[in-house]
C-alpha cells in the first residue's frame, strides 16, 4: 500500500517568514525515516499505512503545540498494491510526454 500525504502546516500568530516552525516539522519528518519532498508550498510523504501519515500528522502538530493557532491542510491519495508511488506517478507522467519533467 502506498499512501501519499501532501501537507502544510504552520502557525498563524506572528508576521513574517513561517520557515523556522516549518523546518522544525521537516526535522521531524526526516527522522521518522519515510521518504518526503520538501516543496515551496507543501511538503509530501509516503507511508505504507494510513496510520503512520496520520502519526505524522500529529507528530508535526506536536512541533507547534505551544502556538494558539495552527493552520493545516491535508491531501491524501491512498492506494493499494502500490509502492513508491512518490516517484511512480511521477515516471508515468514522463513516459507519457517521452521526456523528463522538473519534479
Sequence with gaps: MSV???MSMFPLEGSGSKSA????????????????KLTPMSTVV???????????V???YECLEECERVYACLKFDIRK???DGMHQKIAS??????RPVNA
Excluded: H, P
Design 21 to 36: 516552525f516549518v523546518a522544525k516539522i521537516i526535522d521531524q519528518i526526516d527522522q521518522s525515516g519515510f521518504a518526503y
Design 46 to 56: 509516503e507511508t505504507s499505512t494510513m496510520q503512520e501519515a496520520l502519526s505524522l
Design 58 to 60: 500529529e507528530q508535526a
Design 81 to 83: 498494491n502500490r509502492k
Design 93 to 98: 507522467v514522463q513516459k507519457k510526454l517521452n
Design 4 to 6: 501519499l500525504l501532501e
